[in-house]
């Protein structure tokens, strides 16, 4: 990709910088910076605000308090009452919908790209006008609720995956669901959500992303008619977190009502901001499709067909995440194994790859598919959008998502060999395995007035 900087223009306070050909970079006199995507091939534009907090922004005591604001932005201002903004994106031909992070949240509207600065003048007035009534809070943290029920605690392997969490991770704020505790969400205030707001919902904590069959410049014009007059907010940024290192294997058992067991394993990893060479992230990366990439892959082929001593067996691993997280695997035994047996075989698999490099023929079979992939992605103008505020508000740069492809294919099977010999070691890996109880046991789960927002 061409990293030329093309012209720099003036727009008054504002500046506006032509990163490539396609990409065309903007900041408010106010910080908020707009990314604009020109893709020409279909009439139709995705706007998405991203805010650079989330779930791991969140302290002890008000954790999921992201979560419920996300769900409150639809809840109105003086100048549209709850549901209005939702009806006039409908009636605009539409879509919108939201989502909460450990390390975002964002806002997002699909539109003909004749109708985008509704989208931008409804954005802009609950940036900052955002009303939070009491009532409205009330019915809507009895929503989030009844979706933790319905997400996690009625789910066992979502439930084992939390419990995990909350035990893998010993400082990292990781260790918090991105729903929040339930109870923290019983003691939640609107008051909590109001400071929320105030602290991070303002415009030099914010990125606009627009993908689509758009004009740069006129979009710039759009963005600053309804973003330029807001004032930037003095941010008081969460204090450095950084995972304490882990002195040896940390095991749980979760028992919850459930149709079969079920085993998760995950070792503490660096990722892209925080690793000491580069290529390891995407080796990393490699490592988990060699084991998991598709049907053709290891675990499928060895231990889903080959010995059927799963049903289901898994890897996966993000090289972009604000914070150091885990490479995962997982799986439930087929009948008559057990979890013991799944265990030994994961591992085997593992000390296979740390004792015998990939064959660059497999390496490549699986990069190809990899690969494949990403390209087939760029084709919803709603993903490009996705990866480039993904980036941003992890504090990486969007050009890396145009990086990512040729890193890829540069990774060798010496790599991947070396990350498995660094990473996938006792001393960084925690285990967990659901002890299914007597379905008969579970609770029944109460009923909760429907919303539709979430992460």
């Known amino acids: 990709m061409r990293r030329s900087i093309w012209v720099l223009l003036l727009f008054c306070c504002s500046t506006v910088v032509f990163a490539s050909a396609q990409v065309h970079e903007f900041q408010l006199g106010n910080g908020m910076k707009v990314i604009v995507k020109e893709d020409h091939r279909a009439p139709i534009v995705v706007s998405q605000v991203w805010y650079k907090v989330g779930s791991s922004y969140e302290h002890r005591g008000i954790t999921g308090v992201s979560h419920v604001l996300e769900h409150m932005m ?43 600065e509704v989208s931008f003048e409804m954005e802009a007035d609950r940036m900052r006008n955002l009303i939070l009534l009491p009532e409205e809070f009330a019915k809507e943290v009895e929503v989030v609720k009844e979706e933790r029920r319905l997400r996690t605690e009625d789910k066992p392997t979502s439930l084992t995956y939390e419990q995990f969490n909350a035990v893998a991770f010993r400082s990292s704020p990781y260790r918090n669901p991105v729903i929040g505790w339930m109870n923290d969400l019983n003691n939640m205030k609107v008051e909590d959500l109001r400071a929320w707001y105030q602290r991070w919902y303002a415009p030099n904590n914010a990125i606009l992303v627009v993908v689509g069959d758009v004009d740069a410049k006129a979009v710039f ?37 459930a149709r079969q067991p079920y085993f998760l394993m995950g070792y503490k990893t660096p990722v892209v901001g925080t690793a000491a060479a580069e290529w390891e992230p995407y080796a990393l990366e490699m490592l988990a499709a060699v084991l998991d990439g598709g049907s053709s892959a290891r675990f499928a082929r060895n231990l889903v067909r080959g010995q059927e001593l799963a049903v289901s067996a898994g890897a996966s691993y993000s090289a972009f995440t604000r914070l150091s997280s885990l490479l995962l695997l997982d799986g439930s035994p087929a009948e008559g194994h057990s979890i013991a047996e799944l265990e030994s075989a994961l591992l085997a698999e593992l000390e296979r790859i740390k004792t015998e490099p990939v064959s660059q023929q497999e390496l490549e079979r699986i990069q190809a598919q990899v690969i494949a992939g990403k390209v087939y992605e760029q084709d919803s103008v709603f993903y490009q959008a996705m990866q480039i505020g993904m980036l941003e508000t992890i504090g990486l740069d969007w050009r890396l998502n145009d990086e990512y492809i040729d890193r890829l294919k540069a990774v060798t099977p010496e790599q991947v060999q070396a990350v498995a010999k660094k990473y996938l070691v006792e001393e960084h890996l925690t285990v967990a395995e659901l002890v299914p109880l007597p379905m008969e046991m579970k609770q029944p789960i109460k009923s909760a007035a429907g919303g539709r927002h979430g992460h």
């Open 74 to 116: 639809f809840k109105g201002t003086k100048k549209h009452p709850p549901g209005e903004f939702s009806r006039i994106i409908a009636a605009n031909g539409g879509r919108e919908n939201a989502f909460t992070g450990r390390d975002y949240t964002a806002y997002f509207q699909t539109l003909s790209k004749d109708r985008l």
């Open 221 to 257: 014009a759009l963005v600053k008619k309804h973003f330029g007059a807001f004032k930037p907010e003095k941010i008081n940024g969460s204090k450095p977190s950084k995972e304490s290192a882990q002195l040896g294997e940390i095991r749980l058992k979760v028992r919850a009502p």
